[in-house]
């Protein structure tokens, strides 16, 4: 079967499935798992940049992704003044003091010629500059978070529409990313796998413990919106004339009072469908835009040479190309795309939650999504990540209804019905084992492989 027919059936599957979850259950929930597929499949093509087309193994995708939610907050929230008034100015002074010690142990570095003294005076530097932020950081700190701590507590942001935060999301990553592969990038895979997930929990645990800059664990809510709000389409007139015009049918059947109530309660219906809808709109043009980049970089001289690099990095640099740059290259533009994914779900949640970020959701899931999609190929780490998330998602609701199947003949209050319906929740993980087994025994290069000049 020719990739071109895998890939149309793949996405028929998956269209017929969401489709049938509208259908049984409602379509606000279609939708939301739409929403999410979207964000899942930029997500992945961050992953499938780094792994497939370089073979970097990097499983802090958790903290790339948070570092985007913190873009959604530090755009979109209003200035808290009196935060900035109590002690802003303490946390700029401190942020330019530690700027001058990285430029003075820069020079020291450079200027001054190996020994005790060099060494002295590095330590000296450490110290000193360690004592001399601390004193200027913390009672800022103090008075940010001792500032309305209920409400706010926390410096705010430049207070601009959030979609600014996408992009910006997207600078976070890169930026980050940036350090971490200065210093990371020349390790062993495996390392490379430590080290970026030990950084990423880093990230996680500064955005849970430094309250000033996004409230810590007593979270973000609220969020401005790229959407309209529910609330405004249902007193909206325009709105009303459109659900009205959808349903005449269904309207024409009553009058009176009833009329009302029904238009009422599909009023409020369609607003949630609405909103979720434009949600779709946005995330799709994002998706599709990244996923055309990422096509057509691939397709470049430049795709062909970090493929060759990835394949045989001896021969590539006996050949004149800089590895190590190009590593570097590579695993900035997969974060960066992968920090705009993170902006675009703290988006969708209207919320900013530290505690929310765990391994299991941003990093396993991603992973196994571009696995079993198809490591290297584009259009495969986008099946990959429709797939994955619908299975998770809905195979919860499944075993619920198999376990109720299988228990049926037993009595209501038998230990073994009640241990089986508890137990279906963990449906979950044997239903992603039992994917990636399936397709790692029939199709090992996952649903949709890597194209390469014999396929």
């Known amino acids: 079967m020719s990739q071109t027919l895998r890939a149309i059936i793949g996405f028929a599957v998956i269209a017929v499935l969401i489709f049938l979850?509208?259908?049984?259950?409602?379509?606000?929930?279609?939708?939301?798992?739409?929403?999410?597929?979207?964000?899942?499949?930029?997500?992945?093509?961050?992953?499938?940049?780094?792994?497939?087309?370089?073979?970097?193994?990097?499983?802090?995708?958790?903290?790339?992704?948070?570092?985007?939610?913190?873009?959604?907050?530090?755009?979109?929230?209003?200035?808290?003044?009196?935060?900035?008034?109590?002690?802003?100015?303490?946390?700029?002074?401190?942020?330019?003091?530690?700027?001058?010690?990285?430029?003075?142990?820069?020079?020291?570095?450079?200027?001054?010629?190996?020994?005790w003294l060099k060494s002295l005076t590095l330590v000296v530097l450490v110290i000193g500059g360690y004592i001399v932020i601390r004193s200027i950081y913390d009672p800022a700190v103090n008075a940010i978070e001792a500032d309305n701590p209920a409400k706010s507590g926390f410096l705010g942001g430049l207070g601009l529409p959030i979609l600014f935060s996408w992009l910006i999301g997207g600078v976070f990553a890169a930026g980050v990313a940036w350090l971490i592969g200065k210093v990371a990038l020349g390790l062993r895979s495996d390392y490379l796998a430590i080290a970026t997930l030990g950084i990423s929990e880093i990230l996680i645990a500064i955005m849970k413990n430094e309250d000033w800059l996004t409230r810590g664990v007593k979270n973000v809510t609220g969020l401005s919106r790229p959407v309209p709000?529910?609330?405004?389409?249902?007193?909206?007139?325009?709105?009303?004339?459109?659900?009205?015009?959808?349903?005449a049918d269904q309207l024409a059947a009553v009058s009176g009072d009833e009329r009302a109530q029904v238009l009422r309660a599909l009023t409020v219906e369609g607003s949630s469908l609405f909103v979720k809808l434009c949600y779709s709109g946005l995330f799709s043009v994002v998706l599709i835009i990244v996923?055309?980049?990422?096509?057509?970089?691939?397709?470049?001289?430049?795709?062909?040479m970090i493929r060759a690099i990835r394949d045989n990095e001896i021969s590539a640099a006996a050949m004149g190309k800089n590895v190590t740059r190009r590593h570097l290259q590579i695993f900035v533009l997969g974060s960066a795309v992968v920090g705009i994914a993170g902006a675009m779900l703290t988006t969708l949640d209207g919320?900013?939650?530290?505690?929310?970020?765990?391994?299991?959701?941003?990093?396993?899931?991603?992973?196994?999504?571009?696995?079993?999609?198809?490591?290297?190929?584009?259009?495969?780490?986008?099946?990959?990540?429709?797939?994955?998330?619908?299975?998770?998602?809905?195979?919860?609701?499944a075993g619920n209804w198999l376990m109720d199947v299988i228990t049926s003949g037993l009595d209501e209050d038998s230990?073994?019905?009640?241990?089986?319906?508890?137990?279906?929740?963990?449906?979950?993980?044997?239903?992603?084992?039992?994917?990636?087994?399936?397709?790692?025994?029939?199709?090992?290069?996952?649903?949709l492989p890597e194209r390469t000049g014999k396929n």
Not at 293 to 301: F, G, H, Q, R
Not at 359 to 373: A, E, K
Not at 421 to 442: A, E, I, K, N, P
Request: aromatic share 12%.
């Open 291 to 304: 996923l055309s980049l990422c096509v057509m970089a691939l397709a470049s001289p430049w795709g062909r």
């Open 229 to 247: 709000y529910e609330l405004d389409l249902q007193t909206s007139e325009r709105f009303l004339g459109w659900v009205e015009w959808f349903y």
């Open 415 to 447: 230990g073994l019905r009640k241990h089986l319906l508890d137990s279906s929740q963990h449906m979950r993980l044997l239903t992603m084992g039992l994917v990636m087994l399936l397709v790692m025994r029939f199709s090992p290069g996952g649903i």
């Open 351 to 397: 919320q900013f939650t530290p505690s929310s970020y765990q391994p299991l959701r941003f990093t396993f899931l991603i992973w196994v999504m571009v696995i079993v999609g198809g490591s290297g190929n584009n259009l495969g780490a986008v099946l990959g990540a429709f797939l994955i998330w619908f299975v998770w998602i809905e195979a919860e609701p």
């Open 21 to 115: 979850v509208g259908q049984n259950q409602s379509w606000n929930v279609a939708l939301a798992i739409l929403n999410l597929c979207l964000i899942s499949a930029v997500m992945a093509l961050g992953v499938n940049i780094q792994w497939g087309y370089a073979g970097l193994f990097n499983v802090g995708i958790m903290g790339f992704a948070a570092l985007g939610g913190v873009a959604a907050v530090l755009v979109s929230q209003p200035i808290v003044t009196t935060a900035w008034s109590a002690g802003g100015g303490g946390i700029l002074l401190s942020g330019l003091a530690v700027l001058v010690l990285v430029g003075l142990i820069l020079l020291v570095s450079r200027r001054m010629s190996s020994g």
